[in-house]
């Protein structure tokens, strides 16, 4: 650390300016990421799973060159504050390794991502469309080695 470092907090009042200003980056962080404290400290359950009706089947799934693109856009804009841009989590689960909490079956990440769940997850139903939902679940798979989309499913 160099001099002009260690001075600029080696006043209580410098310390507590400094303490207070990490405190409101955190709360803004909180704030505007849809992260609560509770999401952070405690991993999410099976039966945390909220209780929405999803129809899984009714959201297209595309594969194409075209729909990765927009569904990586889609989780560079809304998901990327909880699961990180390279999808290694954080606040949220990781999405890069084999050890999903609620599973990493198709019908499970269409629900997760569309009704949200109990515990900090927020449901993107109300604001991405069906379509929307496909092209990030597409790219979450894209991203995902131990995961296979599976052909049967996908839309022509």
């Known amino acids: 650390m160099n001099a002009s470092a260690r001075s600029s907090l080696s006043t209580p009042r410098a310390r507590h300016r400094a303490a207070l200003r990490l405190v409101a980056l955190l709360l803004f962080w909180m704030l505007f990421s849809g992260a609560t404290l509770r999401s952070c400290l405690k991993p999410t359950k099976p039966s945390q799973l909220n209780a929405v009706h999803v129809d899984v089947d009714a959201i297209p799934i ?15 804009r809304h998901c ?65 080695p131990h995961i296979e989309l599976p052909k049967e499913r996908l839309t022509p």
């Open 80 to 144: 990327l504050q909880c699961h990180l841009p390279d999808g290694s989590g954080g606040v949220g689960a990781n999405l890069t390794d084999d050890q999903w909490v609620l599973g990493s079956d198709l019908s499970t990440i269409l629900r997760v991502i569309s009704a949200g769940t109990t515990n900090g997850m927020p449901g993107w139903s109300g604001m991405l469309s069906p379509e929307d939902i496909g092209a990030v679940t597409a790219y979450l798979y894209s991203m995902n």
């Open 62 to 76: 595309a594969n194409d060159d075209t729909t990765l693109a927009e569904g990586r856009k889609l989780y560079m």
